[in-house]
């Protein structure tokens, strides 16, 4: 009879463990209650917090006035259903007992040994023990308990119904996780205050029991002392002995100690954690940007980027070891994280390969920009690294470490200085042109799929009675590769245009703006 | 390289140390009358090793020193290491030459800012013009690469400024009566000298009348550029 019983309920548990369906439906249930990352969590976030709420509303509703009656069945019946549900699923899926069956069963194969019941259940009951005594599962349960209305005392657990709501806040979580790191310092002042408490009642209970006719027993006693040791102090009980006022007075002194203690523990609690909560709050706004830019090193150049960045609306990330510039960052009003940009750790956590545009090493020492492009290169083979650093051979082993552009500050000075020397003219009017601090710009054109352009020849267009000028065309060398370009100037009339061709064009903003407004227009006439 | 200016330009470089080392590099390849001039002894014993000859050792703070240099009607580039001895230098530069061409690096907005007060006519700052080109390689790469092709990599097309000799075949005409295509090249603008220096593009769309003496910026490949340049000067 038992061997036919082990048999029946192993082979159970192999068909669930090679049932797909049963994994799935086990699978989509834990997404929804337990995955952070999973979309349709955040809708059974809400659903779940406006039942709470409307429950908890009848509920309070309800001791003064009559609620109607479709509204007690909703709050009788169907929350509680919805609070059971959501209860044993929780539990379901907190453990699989298939997967210790099935791990007994074949440990007993293995060794030979007869197949244990007790073993299993103690196992399984362990497993799901881990989960009723953790404390949002008691909450949980104490939540269901006021549906049980003959017991009035059991109204005061709607509030756990509110405590519940903390299961779908975040940031209440974090609220507790903070406290958790203090859990030795803050049992430490409960144990205190509660041994006070007690001395304090018993003297006053032996001083004025007899005498003061407000305390009658040692619950008065206990409700006196923890009124006065918190400073609430109602005054609904006073001592009027002259020993009663002496404890009165030692009470309030280490009541006063005591919540001073406990006030600084939360609070450097909170400081101690505040780099932390900053880097989540940056973390979770940074998770939700495309096409972000990092920025490694908040130096000369790293606070210059960063302006120029947000004044053409770009997404990034300051990214910088230094407490003193991550400070300076924060006050510039940047997201910025305090982090190694050398380790592929920090970079891997930004999702490097799925939303991260560009990596800008321009830290002060050259040997850490090496370091961060060899870190993101070895990580993401399409990623842009522009680096910088001080010296050509520098520079030559950055382009072998994998970095696109190479930035050399004082070649570029000395560079600029040359062309100025030489051309003054055309020197400001290119100046004029890049730093669009005048009206002209160059600006560049894609060519889309079904615009005008697409299919046409160069000449097809009259760019001059357009008042724009043609300086060059990109077009792509490799199909697929969308960075890779040869450069066309000045192209001749009779030059094909095609899909994903950049046209380099010069001329004042009005003008590109209508080129561009026309040429998206044209695409949707095609589409039609 | 269309007229003579190119090379007859001479240039003062104040400091050889890590900057300007980099600055000399880059002005070496374009020019060949280079002065070297820094404070620092072992700076310039560098320099000499390097060959380069027109290097002296002056004490900037002199100022007989630095007029025995002969610096007047030149073009004076400073860059000093040390900031503060570069706006010193480029103050006393500025009391002494008048007649020159006065350029300087910075670090920062606030020594820009002081050089400009100066009167330097060129600031060129380090840190702001690499951090440009870092943004514009982020937003519009396109035009930096173009930019790029233009300016640094040496494949024949150029950006020049061409002054319009007296009686050369564009005297009279307007922008729109010269077709530049022909010529293989693109015209980007023109600053005119009656009109101040002020520089009026192309794409403005204003049918401007060439006169002599007129600066036109053109764009286009290097033998282009040589034959158009020995149309205008022929025609004169």
């Known amino acids: 009879m038992k061997q036919f019983l082990i048999r029946q309920i192993v082979s159970f548990a192999y068909l669930l463990e090679s049932a797909p369906r049963y994994q799935r439906v086990k699978r989509f249930f834990n997404d929804l209650l337990n995955n952070d990352d999973y979309p349709y969590k955040k809708y059974f976030d809400l659903f779940m917090i406006f039942v709470i709420i409307s429950s908890v509303s009848i509920l309070v509703i309800d001791v003064h006035e009559h609620v109607s009656y479709w509204l007690d069945f909703y709050d009788l019946y169907i929350v509680t259903t919805i609070f059971v549900v959501e209860y044993l699923l929780r539990l379901w899926v907190h453990s699989d007992i298939h997967k210790v069956i099935i791990a007994h069963y074949e440990e007993s194969q293995f060794f030979e040994k007869p197949f244990s019941f007790k073993k299993v259940f103690r196992q399984i009951a362990q497993d799901k023990w881990a989960y009723i005594s953790s404390p949002a599962a008691i909450i949980d349960l104490i939540a269901i308990l006021p549906s049980y209305r003959e017991i009035r005392v059991l109204r005061v657990f709607v509030l756990f119904r509110a405590f519940k709501m903390l299961r779908y806040s975040r940031s209440l979580l974090q609220f507790f996780d903070i406290l958790r790191n203090k859990k030795v310092e803050l049992y430490t002042l409960l144990t205190l205050l509660s041994f006070f408490t007690l001395v304090a009642s018993i003297m006053i209970y ?118 003193d510039k991550v400070q300076k960052a924060e006050l510039d009003g940047y997201d910025v994280l305090m982090a190694d940009a050398t380790k592929s750790d920090t970079l891997l956590r930004l999702k490097l390969n799925e939303n991260v545009r560009s990596v800008i090493c321009v830290t002060h020492n050259d040997i850490i920009n090496v370091f961060i492009t060899i870190n993101a290169r070895s990580l993401s083979k399409d990623v842009e690294i522009i680096a910088r650093c001080s010296d050509q051979s520098i520079a030559k082993k950055l382009r072998l470490a994998g970095a696109n552009h190479v930035i050399i500050p004082e070649e570029i000075a000395g560079m600029l200085g040359s062309v100025y020397i030489g051309q003054p003219v055309a020197f400001e009017a290119l100046q004029a042109i890049i730093t669009q601090k005048r009206t002209a710009r160059i600006d560049e054109v894609e060519v889309k799929l079904g615009s005008f352009l697409d299919g046409a020849k160069v000449g ?33 009339e009779d030059t094909m245009l095609k899909a994903g061709d950049i046209l380099v064009i010069l001329g004042y903003s009005v003008s590109i703006a209508d080129f561009k407004g026309r040429l998206e227009q044209s695409v949707r006439y095609k589409k039609q | 390289m269309f007229d003579t200016k190119n090379s007859n330009l001479e240039i003062v470089l104040f400091g050889y140390g890590t900057t300007g080392t980099k600055i000399y590099e880059m002005l070496s390849t374009n020019f060949s009358k280079i002065k070297v001039v820094d404070s620092d002894e072992k700076h310039i014993e560098r320099a000499k090793e390097e060959g380069i000859v027109t290097s002296y050792f002056v004490d900037i703070t002199n100022d007989s020193e630095l007029e025995e240099l002969g610096i007047d009607k030149k073009i004076l580039f400073c860059a000093m290491d040390e900031m503060s001895l570069n706006i010193f230098l480029a103050l006393s530069l500025k009391s002494i030459a008048k007649e020159s061409t006065l350029l300087s690096i910075s670090t920062s907005a606030e020594n820009t800012r002081k050089l400009k007060f100066i009167g330097v006519d060129k600031v060129i700052d380090i840190y702001e013009s690499s951090a440009n080109r870092i943004v514009d390689i982020i937003t519009r790469p396109a035009v930096t690469r173009v930019m790029d092709e233009i300016i640094y990599a040496d494949n024949g097309i150029s950006i020049e400024e061409i002054e319009i000799p007296p009686n050369s075949f564009l005297e009279d005409k307007c922008v729109q009566d010269v077709n530049f295509k022909e010529f293989g090249l693109i015209l980007i603008g023109i600053s005119d000298k009656e009109l101040g220096e002020d520089f009026i593009f192309v794409s403005r769309g204003i049918n401007h009348k060439f006169d002599a003496g007129d600066i036109l910026v053109v764009m286009g490949e290097t033998p282009a550029l040589e034959e158009f340049y020995k149309k205008l000067t022929e025609s004169g």
């Not at chain 1, 006693?221 to 006022?245: F, N």
């Not at chain 1, 406990?262 to 940074?286: D, G, W, Y």
Request: with cysteine; aromatic share 8%; charged share 25%.
């Open chain 1, 206 to 323: 032996v001083f004025e029991g007899g005498k003061n006719p407000e305390i009658e027993n040692l619950f008065d006693a206990v409700y006196w002392a923890l009124v006065t040791i918190t400073t609430v102090g109602y005054g609904d009980i006073s001592p009027i002995t002259t020993e009663g006022r002496a404890v009165a007075m030692l009470v309030i002194l280490t009541g006063i100690g005591a919540i001073s203690f406990l006030t600084s523990i939360i609070v450097s609690a909170f400081s101690e954690k505040l780099p932390e909560i900053k880097e989540t709050r940056v973390m979770n706004q940074i998770a939700k940007k495309r096409d972000l830019n990092l920025i490694c090193g908040y130096g000369k150049i790293g606070q210059l980027v960063a302006r120029k960045l947000k004044e053409s609306r770009r997404n990034f990330l300051v990214i910088e070891s230094d407490p």
């Open chain 1, 460 to 492: 097809d267009f009259d760019f001059s009675a357009n008042k724009l000028v043609l300086l060059a065309l990109l077009k792509r060398l490799d199909v697929k590769d969308k960075s890779s370009h040869y450069v066309i100037f000045n192209p001749p």
